[in-house]
């Protein structure tokens, strides 16, 4: 086989690859990286405030509406409650996970914070809010310190929560 | 590792852009492809390297391309102890200024020279060209300059 080398065989150049390429050495903090050895463990581990007694999850350490440190920690289980969620449909550059997918926010039984977490084993016209959802966990030995160790929350079987129940986390 | 201390971890972000490069700096870099160096006519008469669409002290546009090279006249430099990674060598080099014959600027680019003392301002270098089979149309299809008539 011959490579074609010269600009008959190729055409004129018309583009020029420049990849922008950031390398960090990134930490996480003290207080977050307790919710990272948390997955680590298969659990959700969230942060109280000792003034107002809201569950932060994942902390940031302190708590954003008093500014004191939380100290706190709080084992979550492992069931929640979508409070909004999106259905992607749009398929963009570097995309995982296959379309449609649903992308919630979803409110964890004790904590006063949502966060965002993949569903699946439910069809997308299906998802609405207050659904109730349960994560599921990588096996045990592929667990790390990263979300990567929640494969994805999906439908726990409970009843649908009261709109009362979440509605200040919207 | 005690609970309380923080984590770390190496990330990485990367976008994997591409651009399009225009008739006159796609010239410039086809040429490159095929192993010549070119710039282009300016609206003096002067020479540009690398071509650009429009002269930058006239704004008017360019003309003719011309070819310049291979060799150089290196008019300023640094030395590059500790290259890291991302740079075009992986040995010691210099970054320099170098303006080709036939040019009248100077394009920024790297001497190949054994140390310090190969690299002068107003030392001649001449170009070493990536293998054919190398090249893709891109500027590192400079490998780098060596001193003219030099070791490196």
């Known amino acids: 086989m011959s490579a074609r080398t010269t600009t008959e065989e190729l055409g004129p150049v018309t583009t020029l690859a420049t990849p922008i390429r950031l390398d960090f050495e990134f930490t996480p903090g003290v207080a977050q990286s307790r919710f990272l050895r948390g997955l680590e463990k298969g659990k959700f581990v969230g942060q109280r405030c000792p003034t107002c007694g809201k569950v932060y999850v994942p902390s940031r350490g302190s708590c954003p509406t008093d500014g004191v440190p939380t100290t706190e920690d709080v084992d979550l289980g492992n069931v929640g409650t979508v409070t909004t969620y999106c259905v992607v449909n749009v398929p963009f550059a570097g995309q995982s996970i296959e379309i449609p997918y649903i992308c919630a926010q979803v409110l964890l039984d004790g904590a006063n914070i949502s966060f965002m977490g993949l569903i699946q084993e439910i069809p997308t016209d299906e998802i609405r809010m207050g659904m109730r959802v349960e994560a599921v966990w990588v096996e045990p030995e592929e667990l790390t310190p990263s979300l990567a160790s929640v494969r994805y929350f999906r439908p726990s079987g409970e009843p649908d929560a009261d709109y009362e129940t979440y509605k200040d986390y919207l | ?152």
């Open chain 2, 1 to 152: 590792m005690p609970e309380s201390e923080a984590l770390h971890a190496s990330h990485v972000l990367e976008f994997p852009y591409s651009r399009s490069v225009g008739p006159v700096i796609g010239a410039f870099l086809t040429g490159l492809r095929d192993g010549k160096l070119s710039g282009v006519r300016g609206a003096g008469g002067s020479v540009i390297v690398p071509p650009t669409e429009y002269d930058p002290a006239t704004g008017d546009d360019t003309g003719e391309l011309v070819e310049v090279g291979p060799g150089g006249v290196v008019e300023s430099w640094a030395w590059v102890s500790n290259p890291l990674p991302k740079h075009p060598l992986a040995t010691p080099f210099a970054w320099a200024l170098i303006r080709l014959d036939g040019a009248d600027t100077a394009m920024l680019h790297v001497v190949d020279a054994g140390g310090p003392d190969q690299v002068a301002t107003g030392g001649r270098v001449t170009v070493r060209f990536r293998p054919a089979g190398d090249r893709i149309g891109a500027m590192a299809d400079i490998e780098a300059f060596i001193p003219e008539g030099g070791a490196a």
